[in-house]
T-cell receptor, first 114, second 114 residues
Framework: DAGVTQSPTHLIKTRGQHVTLRCSPI?????VSWYQQVLGQGPQFIFQ???????GRGNFPDRFSARQFPNYSSELNVNALLLGDSALYLC?????????????FGQGTRLTVV | AQTVTQSQPEMSVQEAETVTLSCTYD???????LFWYKQPPSRQMILVIR??????QNATENRFSVNFQKAAKSFSLKISDSQLGDAAMYFC???????????FGTGTRLKVLA
């Protein structure tokens, strides 16, 4: 089975632009979470989606939004990009929404804002 | 506030030796999960070991074991017989039971010396 896949792997955007990052969970997994990992830091929770509904949101501005599709894949959207949005964006999928199920991470999307 | 602290930014260990990575956390919850994740240069977060707070027995996975001290809110990782492939960033993470949000520490970079 394929693991969690994220696309693109790298991209460069200009300040003020918009970006869409994509995540395909492991087959059978209904929960997708997004994390931002700034260089030298641990990942920070952005969103969790379960059964196509937002189940949790971290401390991020409204410029960040996400959605989950009927096939459980997910998109993370960031508007009005700032230099500080440069980071590795990680997607994690799990069978269930709770902490008792293991989360599997993708390899991330490296976003550079110039 | 729930926080995870890793006080060792970097550690080194000789191949075949044992190393211990430290982690402390702060929470008022009584039921939660603790994790150690490994992030190699490939960027993908890989689960190393998981501990349920209600279990007194320390978790072990082959060469990896933890020392879980609930009263002290300490969760250290011991790697025995270190191998070159163990070189990576190691993140300690916490999540309350019934939730979905991992709280990560800032990580410890482990170098394995041949």
């Amino acid at each position: 089975d394929a693991g969690v896949t994220q696309s693109p792997t790298h991209l460069i955007k200009t300040r003020g632009q918009h970006v869409t990052l994509r995540c395909s969970p492991i087959s059978g997994h209904k929960s997708v979470s997004w994390y931002q990992q700034v260089l030298g830091q641990g990942p920070q929770f952005i969103f969790q989606y379960y059964e196509k509904e937002e189940r949790g949101r971290g401390n991020f501005p409204d410029r960040f939004s996400a959605r989950q599709f009927p096939n459980y894949s997910s998109e993370l959207n960031v508007n009005a990009l700032l230099l500080g949005d440069s980071a590795l964006y990680l997607c994690a999928s799990s069978k269930d929404r709770g902490a008792n199920t293991e989360a599997f991470f993708g390899q991330g999307t490296r976003l550079t804002v110039v | 506030a729930q926080t995870v602290t890793q006080s060792q930014p970097e550690m080194s260990v000789q191949e075949a030796e044992t190393v211990t990575l430290s982690c402390t956390y702060d929470t008022s919850e009584s039921d939660y999960y603790l994790f150690w994740y490994k992030q190699p240069p490939s960027r993908q977060m890989i689960l190393v070991i998981r501990q349920e707070a209600y279990k007194q027995q320390n978790a072990t996975e082959n060469r990896f074991s933890v020392n879980f001290q609930k009263a002290a809110k300490s969760f250290s990782l011991k790697i025995s017989d270190s191998q070159l492939g163990d070189a990576a960033m190691y993140f300690c993470a916490y999540t309350p039971s019934g939730t979905y949000k991992y709280i990560f520490g800032t990580g410890t970079r482990l170098k394995v010396l041949a």
